[in-house]
């Protein structure tokens, strides 16, 4: 922008106007300038990069410049002045549009050179007259818009001039988003997307095919710096990432060197270039072999012609790029055939042109060697960028720039006084036509061309984005041809920005498939994504899920906790209903324990049928065999309540399972004390001092006191289960995979009360049985009770700890397993060394035996 302030004021001050002459204005000189020029009511003005001025005359400020001398004449560049040319000409014979109206232009050569695109557009605004005899400097300008300048930086510095005087400017090649600043550049408007819609368009490229990855080349210059930012931006919208950004140098070596060995080092299997030269990169990648890249080309070189060598097709064949447009516009090709040079120096374009087209001269003293142009050259029998009119892209935008400038001038004229949009609801005068009144007209441009494609401008002068996907197949002939496989358009009615045709792509690899372009590979259901440290988000590792927590879509950042009642599938992707656990009946623990309660109850079962067969033998009748028969029902029901623990909690069975054990016990337990203290009454009757023991603790006394002993616990179960009865209970703490299905106790109080009570009267046993067990041989049941209460009490204290620490069915197990054990230990215990002389030694249950090891004792 300092380049373009110094030529401000150097322009500024070559048009000074003398102060001497009071009759009028004169120029103080004007600018040599190649051009086109037609007379009209109305004038538009136009930019365009025909030439090349290679070598700008120093500015030495001590004597009058030298005027510049543009080079190498680009034929398509002058196919677009000529398409401007060609839609004016239209637009005059339409009787629709603009009737009574000529349209008329003038064109000027820019020379690729922001210095004379200043000086073009200076002239434009000013005008070419050398005096002026108006001092007010009043009236129309001399165009009232200006089509063009087809570069960004041009149309930056171009139009931050032509803004402050609202001349509007319409461009039909400058991309720079930065042009959309409505305050820095109120008066632009332009027919080619923004960058910004640009790079959203290759950014749906690489969406379309999951490349998220992607190194960057940009040139140095506004194009480039401002598409590479907003590329970024947009990458990290979509969730991609660079992996490279790099600066295309102009001419240094050492740099695309730099550059190449960053290409070949990367990962990053896709390259987007926003650049209009890549010879010198393209170059020095083919000398070093690096292929296997997807290059992304953006419109600056997707269908340039300088990269299709057949050298270049195993480096960039197969490139995927987005083009401008592509148009036809019927009768062009005609018109352009029709052209022909005149003598007016205000035309002295097309002079030139035909002198490169037809390698000729007009001047009389051409060198040796080259031959006078005598305007009876056929333009039929050329074959050039000039007149193929197949790919009209650049050349269709500059038609639709005059259109939109037509249709805004047509819309003026059709203003009705009174109802027109300006101060006192004026309308614009026709005779002193102001730019800013042209600026409002023009944003509010809405038609459609013959080729059917819509034209409007949105509140920043943007045309609606819509690209065409280009791709680069290699030809017949070894060269590289440009195939168009789709096209981006965001104002699409279906809402589908990208169509792609993919059979109709060629890719430039040995699998003939899309490559792979990813940091990191996508994570899949049941994981989640860890960014690496240090490295961009596309970098991550793929963690599993923790049990319980799911994803169910790729490329999760988190996983999702599995609602209480569900828990994870294997493979972490959706949740499941948690397993139920209760110890059932077809479980082998269950089916174990099972079997050893029925077999309890079987032993007990044939204990009391022996029993009952030798019911008058001393064996069974000592120590009161009423509460033997008595143990042996208890001790059945213990085993037999073990069943209730088995199977699917229910409520009756949560109720039924700790009232019948505690009760089973507590009758178990009572019956064994009262035999003990039925050994100790005995004995004290057996002396003299003791003889009425037995009379006070008769049969119905030890009855009484097993039933009192018994229905204190029926009134412990009775109090618990009306308060705070068990309940089934699906417990989800105690095995996060799992729900265990389980009887909740109710209330803990009651439960300990209920055990405790049992735990006492196991403990007075044990004490009462401990102190008889030194009586005589004939009353030494007592050492037989210690040892089943000495069980039965180390069975219960190990049964808390591992009650308490077994998760799930387990701890229903160990309490089943208690009860078994402790059952199995008093019927073992107690009963098992009487069934041994009962069926073994049938000689020693007699009166005699008992009373011969008395007296032996005695």
């Not at 996983?559 to 992707?573: D, I, R």
């Not at 209730?644 to 054990?661: D, K, V, Y």
Request: with cysteine.
């Amino acid at each position: 922008m300092l380049i373009t302030l110094n030529f401000c004021l150097y322009l500024s001050f070559t048009f000074i106007p003398p102060a001497f002459n009071l009759d009028s204005c004169q120029n103080q000189g004007q600018f040599k300038l190649d051009g086109m020029y037609q007379d009209g009511n109305f004038i538009i003005g136009g930019l365009f990069e025909i030439q090349h001025l290679k070598v700008f005359p120093e500015l030495s400020f001590r004597m009058m410049p030298e005027q510049p001398k543009c080079e190498e004449f680009y034929m398509s560049s002058f196919q677009q002045a000529q398409t401007m040319v060609f839609a004016i000409d239209e637009i005059n014979k339409n009787p629709k549009l603009l009737p009574n109206i000529t349209l008329g232009y003038h064109l000027y050569d820019n020379c690729l050179k922001l210095v004379v695109a200043f000086r073009a557009a200076t002239t434009l605004i000013s005008g070419t007259e050398k005096t002026f005899s108006n001092l007010n400097c009043t009236g129309s300008p001399p165009v009232i818009a200006i089509v063009g300048d087809p570069g960004s930086t041009h149309s930056i510095a171009v139009s931050s001039v032509l803004g402050l005087f609202r001349v509007p400017m319409v461009s039909y090649y400058a991309t720079c988003s930065c042009l959309s600043d409505r305050k820095k550049y109120p008066s632009f408007f332009r027919t080619i997307p923004s960058d910004a819609f640009q790079v959203r368009a290759m950014v749906e490229i690489l969406k379309y095919f999951g490349w998220t990855w992607v190194g960057v080349l940009y040139s140095d210059d506004d194009y480039g710096i401002y598409a590479a930012q907003s590329f970024q931006q947009e990458m990290q919208r979509f969730g991609g990432c660079v992996a490279f950004s790099e600066i295309m140098p102009y001419d240094n070596h050492r740099d695309i060197q730099r550059i190449v060995a960053v290409i070949k080092a990367s990962t990053a299997r896709v390259v987007v270039a926003f650049s209009t030269d890549l010879l010198p990169l393209m170059d020095e990648l083919l000398l070093q072999n690096v292929t296997g890249r997807q290059w992304i080309a953006s419109e600056a070189w997707s269908i340039s012609p300088v990269l299709h060598l057949p050298r270049f097709v195993p480096l960039i064949g197969g490139t995927l790029g987005i083009a401008i447009r592509r148009g036809e516009i019927k009768g062009l090709h005609e018109f352009l055939l029709c052209l022909h040079p005149d003598s007016d120096p205000r035309n002295n374009i097309v002079r030139i042109f035909w002198e490169n087209m037809f390698g000729c001269k007009f001047e009389n003293g051409s060198k040796d060697g080259e031959k006078m142009c005598t305007v009876q050259e056929d333009l039929n029998s050329t074959v050039n960028e000039y007149n193929d009119v197949s790919e009209l892209r650049a050349s269709y935008n500059v038609y639709k720039a005059v259109y939109a400038l037509a249709h805004a001038l047509h819309d003026l004229m059709q203003c009705e006084e009174g109802r027109g949009p300006f101060s006192d609801n004026s309308c614009a005068d026709i005779t002193n036509l102001q730019p800013w009144q042209m600026v409002h007209y023009i944003q509010k441009v809405n038609f459609t061309t013959g080729f059917g494609d819509h034209v409007s401008f949105d509140e920043n002068g943007d045309a609606l984005a819509i690209y065409d996907v280009m791709n680069w197949h290699p030809s017949s002939d070894g060269s590289i041809v440009v195939r168009t496989v789709g096209v981006v358009d965001e104002g699409a009615a279906t809402g589908k920005v990208l169509t792609l045709v993919e059979d109709a792509i060629y890719w430039n690899f040995e699998t003939k498939k899309p490559p792979r372009s990813v940091c990191s590979e996508s994570c899949p259901p049941g994981t989640r994504r860890a960014t690496r440290k240090g490295l961009p988000v596309c970098c991550f590792d793929c963690l599993p899920c923790a049990d319980g927590e799911i994803s169910n879509i790729s490329d999760s950042t988190e996983c999702t906790v599995c609602p209480n009642e569900f828990w994870s599938s294997p493979e972490k992707n959706r949740c499941i209903l948690k397993t139920v656990e209760f110890l059932s009946y077809e479980d082998p623990l269950g089916i174990s324990l099972t079997t050893a309660s029925l077999l309890g109850s079987c032993f007990c079962a044939l204990v009391m049928v022996i029993f009952t067969h030798h019911r008058n033998t001393p064996v069974v009748r000592a120590n009161n065999s009423e509460l033997s028969f008595l143990l042996l029902l208890s001790l059945k029901l213990c085993f037999l309540c073990v069943l209730l623990f088995i199977g699917r909690p229910q409520l009756w069975t949560c109720q039924l399972r700790h009232a019948m054990f505690g009760i089973s016990f507590v009758l178990c337990v009572s019956s064994i004390l009262v035999k003990t203290m039925v050994v100790i009454a005995v004995f004290k009757s057996s002396r003299p001092e003791g003889k009425s023991a037995m009379k006070w603790f008769g049969a119905a006394q030890q009855r009484g006191t097993v039933v009192v002993l018994t229905a204190v616990q029926v009134v412990i179960c009775a109090v618990w289960l009306s308060t705070a009865s068990p309940t089934p209970h699906k417990n989800i703490l105690y095995i996060r995979s799992k729900i265990v299905y389980e009887c909740a106790i109710g209330s803990v109080t009651g439960f300990a009360i209920l055990l405790g009570y049992i735990g006492l009267l196991a403990a007075v046993s044990f004490l009462l049985a401990f102190l008889a067990r030194n009586l005589p041989d004939n009353f030494n049941e007592a050492k037989f009770i210690t040892f089943s209460m000495l069980i039965f009490c180390a069975v219960w204290i190990a049964f808390i700890p591992a009650y308490v620490s077994s998760p799930g069915k387990y701890a229903v197990a160990v309490e089943i397993f208690a009860i078994l054990a402790s059952s199995f230990g008093l019927l073992g215990a107690i009963f098992a060394p009487k069934c041994y002389i009962i069926i073994l030694h049938p000689e020693r249950n007699t009166k005699k035996a008992m009373m011969g090891r008395t007296g032996k004792n005695q």
